[in-house]
């Protein structure tokens, strides 16, 4: 299932790139080692545009969300670990992402049905973009993760560029606010507990 939605996919970007040159930086690619070391690590979860009525319902009861990303190469997984300030209290899950190399997937099982997300790259480094649905314009939509809890002015105008690559427009998207975020305090006493584990070992 996974093959053919990237090779449809795939065939559609040319036609992006030809409508808008900018849209050349947006890719879906193979994924290597070095690109799960690139999005290794701590990342702040922006805003998002979706289509999908339940993708749409699930980010607007979002308040803010941040999550570790470590990934495994051998075994093609990233370790997830998210939490997410939902009615002003903090949520935390940990569990695993698959990685598709071929086709530049992530997918993760929710409720017993695997859900897939394009790993896209525009310019800047310090984001990246997950997106659903591509093939499906009644249906798809865009994640946007930054490595800083307050994405900057370029950042969010990369967003919406990437929203209008894909033919969405940024009055669709919905935001976190960092402000609300209720999940730093036990982050952080995580991590130290996660250091001294290791000390120890």
């Given at each position: ?128 973009f997950l997106a659903s649905n591509l093939d499906n314009k009644k249906k798809q939509g865009l994640f946007f993760y930054t ?18 690559c894909l033919g969405m427009h940024k009055s669709e998207a919905v935001y976190t606010d960092w402000k609300k975020d209720q ?19």
């Amino acid at each position: 299932m996974a093959l053919p939605l990237a090779l449809a996919v795939l065939s559609l970007l040319p036609l992006l790139n030809a409508q808008n040159p900018a849209c050349a930086n947006l890719t879906v690619a193979p994924m290597t080692n070095a690109t799960l070391d690139r999005i290794s690590g701590k990342w702040f979860y922006i805003a998002s545009a979706h289509r999908d009525p339940e993708y749409n319902q699930s980010s607007r009861i979002i308040q803010a969300a941040f999550f570790h990303f470590t990934p495994n190469h051998t075994e093609d997984q990233i370790l997830l670990r998210e939490y997410i300030t939902v009615r002003d209290k903090c949520v935390y899950n940990s569990s695993y992402l698959w990685v598709q190399r071929e086709n530049g997937t992530i997918s993760k099982y929710v409720w017993g049905r695997e859900h897939f997300g394009h790993l896209l790259f525009f310019k800047d480094p310090k984001i990246f973009f997950l997106a659903s649905n591509l093939d499906n314009k009644k249906k798809q939509g865009l994640f946007f993760y930054t490595d800083n809890p307050v994405a900057t002015k370029e950042q969010l105008e990369e967003f919406h560029e990437a929203l209008a690559c894909l033919g969405m427009h940024k009055s669709e998207a919905v935001y976190t606010d960092w402000k609300k975020d209720q999940c730093e305090p036990q982050d952080s006493q995580d991590e130290k507990e996660k250091k001294t584990d290791e000390e120890e070992s």
